[in-house]
């Protein structure tokens, strides 16, 4: 910032400097047949809608529970029936064992046949007594609550098979 | 004027981050909007750029060395981007960027965000004839009010240089303007 000794005003830093160049610029405009205004604008309020979009947009993303995810519960669930089925035929089999099969035959089985089993088929095979939906929620990796219920109500057709304790969302 | 230093320092700094981006985007947004929109034209396009501008700001200002003032360095990713977005634009559309320039132009007169009358209209017209650095240079210097040297450090142009470019652009639209 500049002094002035005499009198104690003061200039913002560069003033004199672009003086000359501020002074051209404006007797430029003076004399010009270009118009002053160049005629833009931007709809009300647009600044503050900026900022929120701006946000929103660099928040980290979550990843959001995709479809096929049901998929792999039912072929993991599946496996494990075939593997029981398999280890207790096995005394019965004399010419094939679980052993035998390779697991890109295991996996092709299971990319090439439908297996429509239900809620209920799938919870007889397999155990969830020491894992309940709160110990998914509450895990370190945890998902969103509203996620969780928003997912399962997009996609499980009946939310009562579920068989969840609602108390525990109240 | 926000101390760029310490800014800097704090984007970078993971706990003050999102406080001072918030200042970030608070203190440049309206500067950057202006000098996309004179580029883009459409207030749309203005929009989606400016956008854009901030989110490549924050998630490059770890690469970002101070060798410019942060206040260049944004308006040098603004005017990237703003170009690149034109440039898909028109490769989209299958036409030039001459031929895009006019519809765009064209566009304006339907455009409920540009007040312009005849004479602005004309005067964008006059516009998409320039080459693109002297359109750059005459709107950050006509319509922004930026000092030479600004604009010197965002377009890595020499003073000299910017000068006679503004000059040809000046004389180039007041001959257009005056032209019936």
Known sequence: MKKNHKNKFKTPEGYFDSFNERLLDKIVKEESVIPPDDGFSAPDGYFEYVHDEVYKKIQPKVIQLKNYRKYYFAAASIAAIVILTLFFNQNNSQSFGFDDLANAEIDAYFESNDLNFSTYELAEVVTFENLSIMNIAESENSIDEDILLEYLDENVDEIEDLNLNYDEFE | ?180
């Open chain 2, 1 to 180: 004027m926000i101390a760029e230093e310490a800014l800097v320092n704090e984007l970078k700094n993971k706990e003050t981050q999102t406080k001072a981006f918030e200042v970030l985007v608070n203190t440049y947004k309206e500067r950057l909007y202006w000098h996309i929109r004179r580029i883009v034209l459409n207030h749309d396009d203005a929009d989606d750029v400016l956008q854009n501008t901030f989110i490549k700001v924050y998630k490059s200002i770890e690469g970002f060395k101070g060798q410019s003032k942060l206040y260049s360095w944004m308006y040098r990713i603004a005017t990237n981007e703003s170009l690149t977005f034109l440039k898909q634009k028109s490769r989209k559309l299958g036409v030039t960027s001459a031929e895009m320039q006019e519809q765009l132009v064209e566009n304006l007169q339907a455009d409920v965000y540009f007040e312009g009358e005849e004479i602005q209209l004309k005067l964008q017209k006059a516009l998409a004839t320039l080459p693109e650095k002297q359109k750059l240079v005459f709107n950050m210097k006509y319509y922004q009010e930026m000092k030479y040297e600004e604009i010197s450090d965002i377009l890595e142009t020499s003073v000299g240089g910017l000068k006679a470019s503004y000059h040809l652009a000046v004389k180039k639209i007041e001959t257009y303007l005056r032209a019936d």
